[in-house]
């Protein structure tokens, strides 16, 4: 069977992010999910790292800059183009390699570190993605994934807004909202922690959650946050992000780290 059958070949990021609200909050939501995943995602000793699922390979500069060997997997033809650009024009190496995260082209035991960025919940067979980055790793390695949170605050209470808008049919006939069921769209799980760690089973234990930003495209936030001056503004953003990391499971935005499963 093809592996790459269930994958979309010609996935690019621009429509995704056009989706998305514009606004002070968003700004801040997409460097601080950056920011904390690349800080997590370097911590430790370097070693051999795989970024799977690396897209345009964006954080490979810096996990480079902090001694990590990083080699990329990626299924899209038009996002390896893009990888190798954007990495050689930063000058970090890269071993770059086409492949999907269920079938991954590696030896046990491989890898100190794999990392997956706001990927998992696009794979075809998250549960076997999962199994395979367990595989791959090395006994006392660590496996970093981070998702967009479909449990968190936000997510919950803009669908209860939603479900007001659509009955007083504020929001046209079969219009999608950012929070609804992305399953409807071009995922194939909700993201949340307890839906990674039963896909994860015994491959993978949970370590550590880290929570980043709270109450993002809730309806009518980002024009909140848009009424105050520029350094007020920042002072809410922030304040609510420093609440998200005491509360993750009610953030925007996780970033999980896992160690090696008994399976």
């Not at 496996?143 to 669908?159: D, E, F, K, Q, T």
């Amino acid at each position: 069977m093809n592996n790459f059958e269930n994958v979309d070949l010609g996935w690019q990021p621009e429509p995704l992010w056009d989706e998305w609200p514009k606004g002070r909050d968003t700004e801040f939501v997409m460097w601080r999910m950056e920011q904390a995943f690349v800080d997590i995602a370097k911590a430790g000793r370097p070693g051999r790292m795989l970024d799977a699922a690396c897209g345009q390979a964006r954080h490979v500069p810096e996990l480079h800059r902090a001694g990590w060997q990083v080699f990329g997997l990626e299924p899209s033809p038009e996002m390896i183009v893009r990888a190798r650009h954007d990495v050689g024009e930063a000058g970090a190496p890269l071993e770059l390699c086409r492949g999907i995260g269920e079938v991954l082209p590696f030896k046990d035991a491989t890898f100190d570190r794999v990392v997956c960025m706001s990927s998992l919940d696009h794979y075809a067979d998250p549960a076997k993605g999962m199994r395979e980055m367990s595989r791959v790793l090395r006994p006392d390695g660590r496996v970093i994934i981070a998702v967009v949170n479909y449990h968190g605050l936000s997510c919950r209470a803009s669908r209860f807004v939603y479900k007001l808008q659509r009955r007083f049919k504020l929001v046209p006939a079969g219009k999608r909202l950012l929070w609804d069921d992305p399953t409807m769209g071009e995922h194939t799980f909700e993201g949340s922690v307890p839906a990674m760690q039963k896909l994860a089973g015994s491959s993978l234990m949970l370590e550590e959650t880290y929570g980043v930003s709270m109450l993002w495209a809730f309806p009518g936030w980002s024009k909140v946050v848009g009424v105050f001056p520029g350094r007020i503004a920042s002072t809410i953003i922030r304040g609510v992000d420093a609440l998200a990391r005491r509360l993750p499971g009610a953030s925007d935005f996780v970033v999980t780290t896992w160690r090696k499963g008994s399976s």
